[in-house]
């Protein structure tokens, strides 16, 4: 079974950093794209970044280009967000997500989620 | 960006009723190369994190029962749950993949 298991997620001030990871497991991690989504608290869903299969393509959202990096190391089957000058609007529960489309691009749905890891930007 | 609007907000159906829920996209996501609509619906439980319903408008992911459908080509779709279960009861989002950046729904929830 397809496994997404998130971490990192923590209690930051704002203008602080955070690295969060993202361990995937019971697939071939280099053949999909990925995907972070996040979820402010009683709100909808935001896709925040994405990597392509090859890690040659990858996209922010306006709200956090310039701000978070996406990566992934295939050698180790993880996705990281390391996270950047940190707002109180970045707080949310942030999703590792799975594309399963065929061509590895991020232009997919998402077929498996992780549980999230909570992210809180306070003073 | 491409903004899907859903509607209602929120519905109330009884048990063994069916449930309709609409999502509209600002533009078509219907890919005319390959005949398809980058259109998916997701459920989500209360601390859960969501679950992948639908994808290209109207296949069901694997294990979906079949009281749950989509339908519907270009800017206008359609989620029906044929007969609703106690389950059942969740929030509901479209999300198109068409264009980044992917976009999603409002939500709506589903409430007996």
């Known amino acids: 079974e397809v496994r997404l298991v998130e971490s990192g997620g923590d209690l930051v001030q704002p203008g602080g950093s955070l690295r969060l990871s993202c361990e995937a497991s019971?697939?071939?991690?280099?053949?999909?794209?990925m995907h972070w989504v996040r979820q402010a608290p009683g709100k909808g869903l935001e896709c925040v970044s994405a990597?392509?299969?090859?890690?040659?393509?990858?996209f922010y959202a306006d709200s956090v280009r310039g701000r978070f990096t996406i990566s992934r190391d295939d050698s180790e089957n993880r996705l990281y967000l390391q996270m950047a000058s940190l707002r109180p609007e970045d707080t949310a529960i942030y999703y590792c997500?799975?594309?399963?489309?065929?061509?590895?691009?991020?232009?997919?749905?998402?077929?498996?989620w992780g549980q999230g890891t909570l992210v809180i930007v306070s003073s | 960006d491409i903004v899907m609007t859903q509607s209602p907000d929120s519905l109330a159906v009884s048990l063994g009723e069916r449930a309709t829920i609409n999502c509209k996209s600002s533009q078509s996501v219907f890919y005319d190369s390959n005949k398809k609509d980058y259109l998916a619906w997701y459920q989500q439980k209360p601390g859960l994190p969501p679950k992948l319903l639908i994808y290209?408008?109207?296949t069901r992911e694997s294990g979906v029962p079949d009281r749950f459908s989509g339908s519907g080509s270009g800017t206008d779709f359609t989620l029906t749950i044929s007969s609703l279960q106690a389950e059942d009861v969740a929030i509901y989002y479209c999300h198109q993949y068409y264009a980044v950046p992917l976009t999603f729904g409002g939500g709506t929830k589903v409430d007996i």
């Open positions: 990597i392509s299969k090859d890690g040659k393509d990858v």
């Open positions: 997500a799975r594309g399963p489309n065929p061509t590895g691009s991020y232009y997919s749905w998402f077929d498996s």
């Open positions: 290209w408008a109207s």
């Open positions: 019971a697939f071939m991690f280099n053949s999909n794209g």
